[in-house]
């Protein structure tokens, strides 16, 4: 079937199979920031948002973002520079295998939740696994990058 | 992995179970999260995606849930909230992540009666019924009893609207995991009713237990009574997550926990 979706800003038609996975599609056609983890929906690592929602395209059909919008991590190479510079100073990024997921989610949550507590931040980011690191200076990242994104925006 | 020879996003009800009736083979898709984890061939996955069942709404006597609503819109709905405490909030916000849940839809979950489901008991203890498309309007107690699957679709879940206080209880080995064991317990004037799920099996409603405490003067007094009741009255079983005897003190210890949150 026909695909007809906006990826990152860009209209595309790709002529996927009627069982293929958003996750299969997107990396055959070159999208190669989403990564495959788990491939069973537990890891967070495909994720990407839909019309601004993040979700799993390991376990979504690629139909089903038929005339949506489909955000990678390139499409927000400002916010992900700067995030990725919080995370190195916090020593929280080791293999970064886990990072376009983690950063979408991130992302995803800034614009959902206003002034989140450490407890609704972890909440939100459950379901992202990082197999290298512990999750503290992760948090500090995230803290230092809100507080950043808010001056921003003033 | 599951695959499917075609795609059929239905424009109506009638032709979405049209669909069904052509095949064996042919399957509803829900949030496809689960469905994926099989190893089976379909031939027709139907898509229910455009028919706008996905909302959850203020009827007359009854709020009612449309079948493609996901996880998240439940766990973050504030008319559920105010008729039914935070029953919903507790009982989804550890299923995996925010991700996870925007994937995964009520329909799906009640339709397959997953013994697993931490939703399932707290639809259960509010009374709830199912609406189906040809099979119309049944309590989902009685759902939850059939053992054949039926070849219908699950459009939309209805709970009676009143307000009362509720709990939900569980353990997990970790925040994130399926429940070992998991009871919703609510209150609506001092009218107890108690699900029980995750024993491994099928969420069941506790009624002896619910008996002794809809029959007692004093609530409270009973609670160790009730304690020693359910571990014979619920069917508990071992599986990798517990013990049958593990379940059995847990869930002696959680009715005693829930039943003096909805008290207060």
Known sequence: ?????????????????????????????????????????????????????????????????????????????????????????????????CSPGFTLTVIAMI???????????????????????????????????????????? | MFSFSKFFLASSLEEAYSELLKNKKNIILGGTSYLRMGNTSWNTAIDLSNLKLDYISDEDNFISIGAMTNFRNLETSSLLNRYFGEIF??????????????????????????????????LLALDSKVKLFNGGIIDLEKFLNETDIRRDILVEI???????????????????????INLAICNFDNNITIAVGSRPGK????????????????????????????GDEIPLDSNMRGSKSYRELLLAALLRKGIQEVLN
């Open chain 2, 203 to 230: 969420a069941i409603l506790a009624k002896k237990t619910m008996d002794l405490f809809n029959k007692s003067e004093d609530i409270e007094k009973e609670i160790v009574n009730a304690m020693k009741y359910i």
């Open chain 2, 89 to 122: 909030t507790t009982a989804l916000r550890d299923i995996i992540g925010v991700q996870f849940r925007t994937n995964v839809t009520v329909g799906a979950t009640v339709f397959s009666k997953y013994g697993f489901s931490d939703l399932v008991p707290v």
């Open chain 1, 1 to 97: 079937m026909l695909l007809t979706t906006t990826i990152n800003g860009r209209k595309k038609e790709i002529l996927i199979k009627d069982d293929d996975y958003l996750l299969d599609v997107l990396r055959k056609e070159g999208y190669l920031s989403v990564k495959r983890g788990c491939d069973t929906g537990a890891c967070g690592l495909c994720t990407v948002l839909l019309n601004g929602s993040p979700i799993l395209s390991c376990s979504t059909l690629a139909a089903r973002a038929q005339g949506k919008h489909i955000s990678t991590i390139e499409h927000f190479p400002l916010e992900a520079k700067k995030f990725a510079s919080f995370m190195t100073s916090e020593g929280a990024e080791q293999c970064g295998f």
């Open chain 2, 158 to 180: 209805l709970i009676p609207k009143k307000v009362c206080q509720t709990s939900f209880q569980c353990v997990r080995k970790s925040k994130t995991d399926y429940s070992i």
């Open chain 1, 111 to 154: 614009k959902e939740l206003e002034n989140p507590t450490d407890d609704e931040i972890m909440h939100y980011l459950n379901g992202n696994l990082c197999r290298c690191s512990g999750y503290v200076s992760q948090l500090r990242a995230i803290r230092n990058f809100m507080e950043d994104m808010k001056h921003e925006n003033c």
